[in-house]
C-alpha cells in the first residue's frame, strides 16, 4: 500500500488496527518497523526480529496514541534481505509484549524494493535516443 511519502504493509486480524507495520520512508530510504502495544516499565524498548537464518536486535522508541514501539534501520540493511527471503516466517519481539510471528509473505519483500528503488525523474518528459534503429521505407 502507498500513503502520502510512505509504502506499507500491515500485519493484523481483519477488521482491527495492524499489529505491525512495516513501511519506507520514501525521502529517508529507511524501513520503519511499528509494533502495537505499550511494554511495561520504563526501560526503552528493544526489537527482535528473525527469521530461519538471522535475527537482529534493533533499538526502540515508544510513541503513544496509539501506544506503538517503533524502529527504523536503513533500507539497504542486509538484514531485511534475509526477512524478505525467508521461508520460514518472521519473529517480531519487543520486550514486555506478546511475540509476533508473521508469514514471509511477498507483501513485506515489496516494501523493501519499493525503498531501495531509485526516485522517479521530477520531469515526466522522456528522454529521445540519440539515434534510432527504425528504418523508413
Request: proline letters at 10%; hydrophobic letters at 40%; aromatic letters at 6%.
Amino acid at each position: 500500500m502507498q500513503q502520502g511519502d510512505a509504502t506499507f504493509a500491515q500485519f493484523g486480524r481483519s477488521g482491527a488496527n495492524p499489529d505491525l507495520l512495516v513501511a519506507c520512508i520514501v525521502p529517508r530510504k529507511v524501513i520503519r518497523f511499528s509494533r502495537a502495544g505499550k511494554p511495561p516499565g520504563d526501560a526503552p524498548p528493544t526489537m527482535l526480529i528473525a527469521s530461519t537464518d538471522a535475527e537482529r536486535t534493533y533499538a526502540g522508541a515508544l510513541a503513544n496514541t496509539p501506544p506503538f514501539v517503533w524502529s527504523e534501520t536503513d533500507a539497504r540493511d542486509r538484514h531485511l534481505d534475509a526477512l524478505a527471503f525467508s521461508r520460514g516466517r518472521i519473529l517480531v519481539s519487543v520486550t514486555g509484549l506478546d511475540d509476533l510471528v508473521l508469514p514471509a509473505w511477498p507483501e513485506f519483500a515489496r516494501v523493501v524494493e519499493d525503498c531501495r528503488a531509485p526516485q522517479a525523474p521530477i520531469s515526466s518528459a522522456m528522454p529521445q535516443p540519440d539515434k534510432s534503429d527504425a528504418k523508413i521505407n
